[in-house]
């Protein structure tokens, strides 16, 4: 099985005004569809970030992989590691630290995605098959709730709504619940003081009772307000996650709250584990297999964090049904996923460029995709708008700083602002 030809296509689709430490996202989303071709005339799909510069590394890395075999992941890596080489991409500051590791990780999941997609169908089974087979039929995601504008400015509302406050966040919460079935809740914070963030979760924890509910201010808080708020949420969430920055400042918030804290900013890349367990910083891991490097590397981190004793979740940033594919079957592979995954799928608004009918969501769960490999198939048609939407949309990488600087010039981004 070798690989003959290789397809990257970045993709745009629209994005509501969802608030965050950093801004509010744009109104196009940018993926990256790749599709890699075998000799015998497989195909396989992976999905990663479409910022340009992440994209000019994929595209370069596609070139060195022609004639390699689709188990030669090692071999894979090694040239992708040295296509990359010093270039550190990711720099928008959502997804942790950007490191030299991290950036080839992000690169070649991509690669390894759509490999292990044509091994599964090559030898007729799932990808959760390959990796140890599942532990679950179903892999649970939360409401992914965001505080957000009723409109990008200048548009007309989306169907979504405002959600500026307690009410408006709760509403957001029991819309997605209605629809989806969830039965666990985060809500992204650091958009406005934490007083304003605890009202909200209060509300959520009155009108959702016994439902998980996670924080994630995206490290907005200092220690000290990260321990005040910790302290006044006892007893109302099942995690704290990145209240504030660095492995130091939330091993302090971690001897001083009472509940878990989670991450997937502190630690994003294997030279972070040991430090974060010496210093006992974090007690869950959100796991994305976009940075660690695929599916079978992140499998090994999850069993790294078994055995020092972590729980897991998984995290996700704006992506589609490709990337929905490859979560699922991870998560169903790993024994030691003990809270449900995050999705931003409901905010995609069912613009995809997998042919719908092969994920659904039940009862906030995703079953395993039945077909062979990722069991999703590229719809060429959607795949061709929204390449076109990328190229007509005039956004190349994902800054929501500077789109929120166009209309509150003062904006600065909350880094342990609070
Ligand atoms: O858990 C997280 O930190 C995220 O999901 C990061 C994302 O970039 C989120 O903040 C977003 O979509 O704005
Ligand atoms: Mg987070």
Redesign the pocket.
């Known amino acids: 099985m070798i690989i003959r030809q290789i397809e990257v296509t970045p993709v745009a689709f629209r994005d509501p005004p969802?608030l965050?430490a950093a801004g509010v996202?744009e109104p196009w989303a940018l993926r990256t569809v790749v599709e890699v071709i075998t000799d015998e005339g497989l195909s396989g799909l992976g999905e990663t970030y479409g910022d340009l510069e992440h994209l000019t590394k994929v595209r370069e890395c596609a070139q060195v992989l022609v004639g390699l075999d689709v188990h030669a992941t090692n071999e894979m890596y090694a040239r992708i590691s040295a296509v990359v080489g010093d270039v550190v991409t990711d720099m928008h500051g959502?997804?942790g630290m950007a490191t030299q590791e991290k950036s080839v990780d992000r690169v070649f999941a991509a690669f390894e995605v759509a490999c292990l997609d044509i091994r599964g169908k090559a030898a007729g089974v799932p990808v959760v098959d390959l990796l140890g087979g599942r532990v679950r039929d179903a892999v649970p995601y939360s409401a992914y709730l965001f505080y957000k504008w009723a409109a990008h400015p200048g548009a007309e509302p989306d169907r979504f709504g405002e959600a500026l406050d307690p009410a408006g966040v709760v509403a957001q919460a029991a819309l997605l619940i209605k629809e989806y079935g969830f039965t666990s809740i985060k809500l992204?914070g650091g958009v406005f003081p934490p007083e304003q963030e605890i009202e909200a979760i209060e509300a959520l924890h009155e009108a959702f009772p016994g439902l998980p509910l996670r924080l994630?201010p995206?490290a907005a808080w200092t220690p000290e307000t990260s321990i005040r708020v910790g302290r006044e949420l006892e007893g109302k969430l099942e995690y704290l996650?990145?209240p504030t920055p660095d492995i130091p400042g939330m091993a302090r918030v971690a001897a001083e709250v009472p509940m878990p804290l989670a991450t997937?900013?502190c630690v994003v890349t294997r030279e972070h584990l040991p430090p974060a367990i010496a210093q006992q910083a974090i007690r869950v891991l959100?796991l994305d297999h976009h940075y660690w490097g695929g599916l079978v590397r992140s499998a090994h981190v999850a069993s790294l964090c078994a055995t020092f004793g972590l729980e897991l979740s998984m995290?996700?940033?704006?992506h589609l049904g490709i990337s929905l594919a490859a979560m699922t079957h991870l998560a169903a592979a790993t024994p030691n996923l003990t809270h449900a995954c995050?999705t931003?799928t409901p905010w995609q608004n069912g613009q995809d460029v997998v042919a719908p009918g092969s994920l659904r969501f039940v009862d906030g769960a995703v079953p395993v995709p039945s077909g062979h490999g990722l069991g999703v198939e590229l719809d060429r048609d959607a795949l061709a708008v929204m390449h076109e939407q990328y190229l007509t949309c005039g956004i190349t990488s994902r800054d929501d700083t500077t789109y929120m600087r166009r209309f509150d010039p003062a904006f600065t981004t909350r880094r342990a602002s609070w």
């Open positions: 969802l965050n996202h959502l997804t992204k994630d995206n996650e990145d997937n900013m959100l995290h996700s940033n704006s995050d931003h």
